[in-house]
């Protein structure tokens, strides 16, 4: 049948004109479908590349070997990788992208104070868990689905949970004749101008904290902190600012020790350096790295599906063993290698752990920081 055969009452010009509307009107949304943005396709779909930011050295290596090459074998995307240890010029990057309406960082891992400025200033994408399945295997210290976090403010979830860093002390054991056990020892005379401590302001203020007794994420006595910290000055004998710095001293016997984070006293303890990790009993700060992505991503959806990819078994597994970090995921398997993780926990608990609050931390940062640089420098 003819179903553009004009109707009774209409002129055959009225008829043309009509149809000649509607054609035209379904040729507009045929072309509106060619010109979608190719941002809008790749919420939707795989993509070809992918554009990833992580950090460097070792973990670098690490995420490319378990994770990048096995990922790019499996679905022909090709992932490009950066690296980058300077969370200021990150937090530049995603608000260049912001403004010019797509981000080029698809997907980055970055540690939970980062996370909080990034989705608090609106620059990272929420994450389609749709998408990512295995987000429901994660621990719930850190699922969002699970219990409130504090570094990912509202309603959506934007971070995945990567590799979790115990933050302890790590000390010679060579050269230390006893096993410690207290974060305390960082205040111990016996350690005068042995002792390394790196340079960050929140970890000092909150193992002050556990040796005066206050919640790091509510302090009611300043002056009991700095007094603190006035006195274990007096016993440093180097400040250092990387991890690189503070492997290199350890290794070479300047300090004796030191807070350190578990992966880099587990990758001296692979070099044969004789070095003890251990978590305090009387508290311990867990920092961890999400994985986010990027504001109006081009690839929003190869990102995701990179991040379920990651969480495979054999995937997770694999990078937990090179990165020497536990990863916040019950797919992870214990071999051996993850097994001697320190921190490592399958029952997903983390007892003894202690989480700042972004938030908190974040209001007081400047003032605080002032007054430990005053410190420092007496």
């Given at each position: 049948?003819?179903?553009?055969?004009?109707?009774?009452?209409?002129?055959?010009?009225?008829?043309?004109?009509?149809?000649?509307?509607?054609?035209?009107?379904?040729?507009?949304?045929?072309?509106?479908?060619?010109?979608?943005p190719r941002a809008s396709?790749?919420?939707?779909?795989?993509?070809?590349?992918?554009?990833?930011?992580?950090?460097?050295?070792?973990?670098?290596?690490?995420?490319?070997?378990?994770?990048v090459e096995p990922f790019q074998k499996e679905t022909g995307v090709k992932v490009t990788m950066g690296v980058t240890g300077n969370p200021a010029q990150m937090l530049a990057l995603l608000k260049a992208g912001s403004l010019g309406g797509a981000s080029t960082i698809d997907l980055m891992w970055q540690d939970l104070t980062f996370s909080y400025s990034a989705i608090k200033q609106e620059l990272v994408e929420p994450l389609r868990?749709?998408?990512?399945?295995?987000?429901?295997?994660?621990y719930p210290k850190f699922n969002k689905l699970k219990q409130p976090v504090p570094w990912d403010p509202g309603k959506d979830v934007h971070g995945a949970p990567a590799e979790y860093v115990p933050r302890g002390v790590a000390y010679s054991t060579k050269l230390v004749?006893?096993?410690?056990?207290?974060?305390?020892?960082?205040?111990?005379?016996?350690?005068?101008?042995?002792?390394?401590?790196?340079?960050?302001?929140?970890?000092?203020?909150?193992?002050?904290?556990?040796?005066?007794?206050?919640?790091?994420?509510?302090i009611q006595d300043l002056g009991?902190?700095?007094?603190?910290?006035?006195?274990?000055?007096?016993?440093?004998?180097?400040?250092?600012?990387?991890?690189?710095?503070?492997?290199?001293?350890?290794?070479?016997?300047?300090?004796?020790?030191?807070?350190?984070?578990?992966?880099?006293?587990v990758q001296l303890q692979r070099k044969g350096v004789p070095v003890r990790f251990l978590l305090p009993q009387d508290g311990w700060i867990l920092n961890a790295d999400v994985l986010l992505v990027g504001k109006?991503?081009?690839?929003?959806?190869?990102?995701?599906?990179?991040?379920e990819f990651s969480y495979r078994p054999e995937i997770v597994t694999r990078t937990a063993e090179l990165q020497a970090y536990?990863?916040?995921?019950?797919?992870?398997?214990?071999?051996?290698?993850?097994?001697?993780?320190?921190?490592?926990?399958?029952?997903?608990?983390?007892?003894?752990?202690?989480?700042?609050d972004p938030g908190y931390w974040d209001a007081n940062m400047?003032?605080?920081?002032?007054k430990l640089r005053e410190i420092q420098a007496s």
């Amino acid at each position: 049948m003819d179903t553009r055969r004009p109707q009774r009452g209409c002129s055959r010009r009225e008829f043309l004109r009509r149809s000649g509307a509607t054609l035209g009107l379904a040729a507009g949304f045929s072309a509106a479908n060619i010109l979608v943005p190719r941002a809008s396709l790749g919420q939707d779909r795989m993509t070809k590349e992918l554009n990833i930011y992580t950090w460097g050295g070792s973990f670098a290596d690490a995420v490319r070997d378990a994770i990048v090459e096995p990922f790019q074998k499996e679905t022909g995307v090709k992932v490009t990788m950066g690296v980058t240890g300077n969370p200021a010029q990150m937090l530049a990057l995603l608000k260049a992208g912001s403004l010019g309406g797509a981000s080029t960082i698809d997907l980055m891992w970055q540690d939970l104070t980062f996370s909080y400025s990034a989705i608090k200033q609106e620059l990272v994408e929420p994450l389609r868990l749709d998408n990512i399945p295995s987000y429901a295997r994660t621990y719930p210290k850190f699922n969002k689905l699970k219990q409130p976090v504090p570094w990912d403010p509202g309603k959506d979830v934007h971070g995945a949970p990567a590799e979790y860093v115990p933050r302890g002390v790590a000390y010679s054991t060579k050269l230390v004749k006893r096993d410690l056990a207290s974060v305390r020892e960082l205040w111990n005379p016996e350690f005068k101008s042995k002792l390394g401590m790196y340079n960050n302001v929140q970890w000092m203020m909150v193992n002050a904290c556990f040796v005066t007794g206050q919640d790091i994420n509510r302090i009611q006595d300043l002056g009991k902190i700095w007094a603190a910290l006035r006195d274990q000055h007096k016993l440093v004998a180097r400040y250092f600012d990387n991890w690189a710095e503070g492997m290199e001293l350890m290794q070479n016997e300047s300090i004796w020790i030191s807070p350190f984070v578990s992966g880099r006293a587990v990758q001296l303890q692979r070099k044969g350096v004789p070095v003890r990790f251990l978590l305090p009993q009387d508290g311990w700060i867990l920092n961890a790295d999400v994985l986010l992505v990027g504001k109006g991503s081009k690839n929003r959806y190869t990102a995701e599906k990179f991040i379920e990819f990651s969480y495979r078994p054999e995937i997770v597994t694999r990078t937990a063993e090179l990165q020497a970090y536990a990863i916040a995921s019950f797919n992870v398997q214990a071999t051996e290698t993850v097994k001697g993780l320190p921190g490592f926990d399958p029952t997903g608990e983390l007892k003894g752990a202690v989480v700042p609050d972004p938030g908190y931390w974040d209001a007081n940062m400047t003032d605080w920081t002032e007054k430990l640089r005053e410190i420092q420098a007496s």
